[in-house]
């Protein structure tokens, strides 16, 4: 089995509390980030899906953004996304447990948009 990457500014005892904690963060900086720049309202428009990757030292990155309605996505909305990411702090590599090896480790994360 292998050992996921841990968001070190969370409890480490728990993976799943980690990754609650993680989750709550970054949706909590791109809230604030989105509410900064005015973008935001009732009305969602396009879900942005974010391909992030924490590599072997820990070190989140963003690997690319896709939509499901393939429209043009706000560069407003995308360098904020940016912006927070950049800000977070390092992870715990992940690591494959037989081996101790640290690995790389990429997932999407859905960022809803509204007008």
Known sequence: MDEPPIYLDCP?????????????????????KFLSKHI???ELID??????????????SIKGFTNNK???ISPKVLSSVEEVV??????????????EVPVE??????????K
Do not use: R
Request: glycine share 2%.
């Open 12 to 32: 480490k005892d728990d993976v799943n509390q980690n990754w609650s904690c993680f989750i709550k963060i970054i949706e909590t900086k791109l809230e604030n």
């Open 105 to 114: 480790v990429h997932w999407m994360l859905p960022v809803a948009i509204y």
């Open 86 to 99: 950049a800000s977070l702090s390092k992870f715990q590599p992940a690591f494959k447990t037989n081996l």
């Open 70 to 72: 393939k429209s043009t």
């Open 47 to 60: 879900t942005l899906f974010v391909t992030l990757k924490v590599d072997t030292i820990g070190q989140l």
């Open 40 to 42: 935001s309202s009732s």
